[in-house]
């Protein structure tokens, strides 16, 4: 193992009673929060009014931020800003999926920042001091209940960059698999996706390629994903299923099993996001397809193939085996029910130069543009097109 740091400071409350905690642990924070959240989704379900009552018995004054779009926009950040401090909020409140939670955090980042918040998605700036954050995650997926990165879509630019600073750690995460029951099989799959593809990243995409302890912790998570994904959607009320998932999905990007393996580059994210920034698609269908295309580009890889044996529990002695872990990965996505490629969700062929563009564009802002020229990328996304 290589030598690693490990920090993650949120404390989690998980299971059917989690929410039962918040009027001892939120007014530790403070007398007024934010409280941000999605669309109809939390008031539909009868969790806002659940909220209304919990802040109610806590004494705490809240303001609200909702309207929180999936692959959320600067703009929004930006006015949460502004209402945050014009209220002088103690701390922010995210209800709802990783969106909620990533413009709580780049909220609590620009409340004491004057200048262009972008510049922090840019790496221009790094936020000096943030608000303190509590996530109630109601979807499983992107992990940024238990970590420290926020991602944001620029409006006009329809670029979406990272932020990632050790101030956006939540201070503390209530975690109840029950409020992703009436998630629909769609973004379940789509979630699951997006938690899995963490893993892969992690797995394919390493310095320290042994078999370790922490290559283990990765085929657990991604077999346990595979496992409870195929039955959340099956049954969505199927408590096992959510929490496994649930608890997959926070332990994917919470930084435990990258420890020890070096370097490591997120490719498949990189070439994403100008997918679903550009074009409003979910994110876990455009990692899904994008996934597939690097699984069938680099299929006689070591790393694809460890992968193959691991997950698929596949013996790869030939070609013949090798093309039946590419069946493999294909038959979880047809499973879900998840789109194969980018010619099927109404990606014009003329717009791969554009997404080329765009990813080299932030391989270059994280200085890996070397390792991923225009060409790399270009024959990834031709490959994922059909």
């Given at each position: 193992?290589?030598?690693?740091?490990?920090?993650?400071?949120?404390?989690?409350?998980?299971?059917?009673?989690?929410?039962?905690?918040?009027?001892?642990?939120?007014?530790?924070?403070?007398?007024?929060?934010?409280?941000?959240?999605?669309?109809?989704?939390?008031?539909?379900?009868?969790?806002?009014?659940?909220?209304?009552?919990?802040?109610?018995?806590?004494?705490?004054?809240?303001?609200?931020?909702?309207?929180?779009?999936?692959?959320?926009?600067?703009?929004?950040?930006?006015?949460?800003?502004?209402?945050?401090?014009?209220?002088?909020?103690?701390?922010?409140?995210?209800?709802?999926?990783?969106?909620?939670?990533?413009?709580?955090?780049?909220?609590?980042?620009?409340?004491?920042?004057?200048?262009?918040?972008?510049?922090?998605?840019?790496?221009?700036?790094?936020?000096?001091?943030?608000?303190?954050?509590?996530?109630?995650?109601?979807?499983?997926?992107?992990?940024?209940?238990?970590?420290?990165?926020?991602?944001?879509?620029?409006?006009?630019?329809?670029?979406?960059?990272?932020?990632?600073?050790?101030?956006?750690?939540?201070?503390?995460?209530?975690?109840?698999?029950?409020?992703?029951?009436?998630?629909?099989?769609?973004?379940?799959?789509?979630?699951?996706?997006?938690?899995?593809?963490?893993?892969?990243?992690?797995?394919?995409?390493?310095?320290?390629?042994k078999e370790d302890l922490t290559e283990d912790l990765m085929i657990i998570l991604m077999k346990?994903?595979?496992?409870?994904?195929?039955?959340?959607?099956?049954?969505?009320?199927?408590?096992?299923?959510?929490a496994n998932l649930m608890w997959a999905s926070g332990l994917a990007l919470c930084g435990l099993?990258?420890?020890?393996?070096?370097?490591?580059?997120?490719?498949?994210?990189?070439?994403?996001?100008?997918?679903?920034?550009?074009?409003?698609?979910?994110?876990g269908m455009g990692l899904a397809i994008l996934m597939r295309a690097w699984i069938k580009k680099?299929?006689?890889?070591?790393?694809?193939?460890?992968?193959?044996?691991?997950?698929?529990?596949?013996?790869?002695?030939?070609?013949?085996?090798?093309?039946?872990?590419?069946?493999?990965?294909?038959?979880?996505?047809?499973?879900?029910?998840?789109?194969?490629?980018?010619?099927?969700?109404?990606?014009?062929?003329?717009?791969?130069?554009?997404?080329?563009?765009?990813?080299?564009?932030?391989?270059?802002?994280?200085?890996?543009?070397?390792?991923?020229?225009?060409?790399?990328?270009?024959?990834?996304?031709?490959?994922?097109?059909?």
């Amino acid at each position: 193992m290589k030598d690693f740091e490990f920090y993650i400071p949120t404390k989690v409350f998980f299971g059917k009673k989690a929410l039962t905690y918040i009027p001892k642990e939120l007014p530790k924070l403070g007398k007024k929060t934010l409280w941000v959240f999605g669309r109809s989704f939390i008031k539909t379900t009868g969790l806002y009014e659940k909220l209304q009552n919990l802040l109610y018995k806590a004494q705490i004054k809240y303001i609200e931020l909702g309207g929180v779009k999936p692959n959320p926009l600067l703009s929004k950040v930006i006015e949460g800003v502004e209402v945050a401090k014009k209220n002088k909020v103690d701390f922010i409140l995210a209800v709802g999926g990783g969106s909620v939670i990533d413009t709580a955090k780049a909220i609590a980042c620009g409340y004491y920042h004057s200048e262009n918040l972008w510049d922090f998605f840019e790496r221009k700036a790094f936020p000096e001091k943030a608000l303190p954050i509590v996530a109630i995650p109601t979807i499983s997926g992107t992990g940024s209940e238990l970590n420290e990165v926020s991602v944001i879509t620029h409006d006009i630019q329809k670029i979406k960059h990272s932020l990632r600073s050790p101030l956006l750690f939540p201070k503390i995460s209530f975690l109840d698999p029950t409020l992703t029951f009436t998630v629909s099989p769609e973004y379940t799959a789509y979630g699951a996706i997006d938690a899995f593809s963490h893993v892969f990243e992690f797995f394919i995409n390493r310095e320290n390629k042994k078999e370790d302890l922490t290559e283990d912790l990765m085929i657990i998570l991604m077999k346990n994903i595979l496992k409870w994904s195929k039955i959340a959607i099956k049954q969505p009320d199927n408590y096992q299923a959510r929490a496994n998932l649930m608890w997959a999905s926070g332990l994917a990007l919470c930084g435990l099993i990258k420890a020890g393996i070096g370097s490591y580059r997120f490719a498949l994210h990189a070439m994403e996001h100008p997918l679903s920034g550009g074009y409003d698609i979910p994110h876990g269908m455009g990692l899904a397809i994008l996934m597939r295309a690097w699984i069938k580009k680099y299929k006689e890889n070591d790393m694809i193939k460890r992968f193959f044996e691991k997950i698929f529990e596949l013996p790869i002695k030939n070609k013949f085996m090798v093309e039946k872990g590419v069946e493999k990965f294909e038959e979880w996505l047809k499973e879900m029910k998840i789109p194969l490629n980018l010619k099927e969700i109404g990606i014009p062929y003329e717009d791969l130069e554009i997404l080329t563009e765009k990813a080299f564009k932030i391989f270059r802002l994280y200085k890996a543009e070397k390792e991923y020229s225009k060409n790399k990328i270009k024959e990834i996304l031709e490959i994922a097109y059909f």
